[in-house]
Structure formats: C-alpha cells, structure tokens
C-alpha cells in the first residue's frame, strides 16, 4: 500500500457526510442505484452514530493526503458484530486495501468476544462477494429488492466464530 495511506478509526468532523456522498455517488455511477442507497445510507449511519460505542462499534476509514478513499464500519447488534459502509474508491483497489480493511474488523470482532458477524449486501458486487467469502463468510440468504431504484438481489453473507 501507499506509505501516504492511512488507517484510522478517528470519526472527523465532515467525514459522515462525506462517506454518504461517497456511497451514493460511486453506487450510482457503477451500479445505476438511484438515491434509494444514498438515503438509506444516510438513515442507518444516523442509526449507527446514535448508538454507536467505542467498546464495540467501530469505524476504520482510509485516507490518502487527508481524503476519504476508503471505509468499512463494525457496529454491535448482541452476540453478532454487522460489518457495514465497506467501500473503497476506484484508484485504490488492487492494493490490499480491502484486506486490510476486512482484517481490521475480524481482529476488532474477536477482540469484542462477538460470536459472529454479518452484512447485506447486494449480487452486483462480485469483487465485494470474492473478499467477504476469502474472509469466511457463506452466503445464508437472497432477497429481490427494488430499494436502490432498480432490480437487485439483495444478498446476507454471515460468518459464524
């Protein structure tokens, strides 16, 4: 990785709201999704952030030269840890970041003592689905959706300690 990125889990003013622009512009421009995945984004971070505990949620966010290029979040759901806002930008795949980022949340999910972990994703992140299999998730469920403003299978990926 580029010696300038840097990994943190410290929440800046403006980050928020940047990690929401960034989801509903790159799902808009390489999967069509309308503002259905911005808006949606934008509830459960609020949902997120109201709850949030430094114990047992986490945020890990990429930067390089102090801009957001990437982000995966850890939030506490009981037993389970729900892996949330993975994304990484365009130029900064291919590099190791996505596993960087993915061992970052399975080491904090151990470290919390969650007996496992999920997410919801969708079937037109293939590379997404690659990283989250390589890291021992399977595949549980799939559900057609239209809430992104387009016909997509929303997909549930769980990985079981």
């Known amino acids: 990785m580029n010696p300038e990125l840097v990994i943190d889990h410290q ?3 403006g980050d928020i709201g940047y990690l929401i622009y960034l989801h509903g512009k790159r799902y808009a421009l390489e999967n ?3 503002q259905g995945l ?3 984004t934008m509830e459960s971070m609020l949902d997120s952030l109201k709850n949030f505990s430094p114990d047992k949620d ?3 966010i990429a930067r390089h030269n102090d801009t957001i290029v990437g982000s995966i979040a850890l939030m506490n759901r009981g037993d389970l840890a729900q892996l949330r806002y993975f994304l990484i930008e365009p130029d900064y795949r291919g590099y190791g970041l996505g596993n960087r980022l993915m061992q970052l949340f399975i080491d904090f999910m151990h470290r919390c003592g969650y007996q496992g972990a999920y997410l919801w994703t969708t079937n037109e992140l293939p590379a997404a689905a690659h990283l989250y299999r390589k890291f021992g998730f ?3 469920e799939e559900v057609p959706s239209e809430q992104f403003g387009k ?11």
């Open 11 to 13: 929440i800046r003013p």
């Open 32 to 34: 069509g999704y309308l």
């Open 38 to 40: 911005e808006i949606y």
């Open 58 to 60: 986490r945020f890990w």
């Open 138 to 140: 399977v595949l549980t």
């Open 151 to 161: 016909h997509t299978i929303e997909q549930k990926y769980e990985l079981r300690n």
